[in-house]
């Protein structure tokens, strides 16, 4: 499974806009805790992507489950990385 990092994909909670970072916690809409990974798949034809948690094994959801949205370097606001 490919793990994107902050140079080609990001994550960005839907309610704030601020990017989660690999070991921050979410939540999803039913209110679970889980620690967010990494990016495992990039959004393409329209199709979203996928992020791999830690909530159980095979933990890959789609980012909404945790009302977040995957930024890619294709998209516009996209900042390299510090």
Same mark, same amino acid.
């Given at each position: 499974? @490919?793990?994107?990092? #902050?140079?080609? =994909? ?10 989660? +970072? @690999? ?19 990039? #959004? ?18 789609? @980012? +909404? ?10 998209? @516009?606001?996209?900042? =390299?990385?510090?």
């Amino acid at each position: 499974m @490919p793990k994107h990092g #902050p140079e080609t =994909a990001r994550l960005i909670n839907e309610e704030t806009g601020e990017e989660v +970072q @690999p070991g921050d916690t979410v939540l999803t809409f039913r209110g679970e805790a889980t620690v967010f990974r990494y990016v495992s798949r990039l #959004p393409e034809f329209g199709k979203s992507g996928k992020v791999f948690t830690d909530i159980r094994p095979g933990g890959e959801f789609y @980012p +909404q489950v945790f009302g977040c949205r995957i930024l890619t370097r294709d998209d @516009p606001g996209f900042t =390299a990385s510090p």
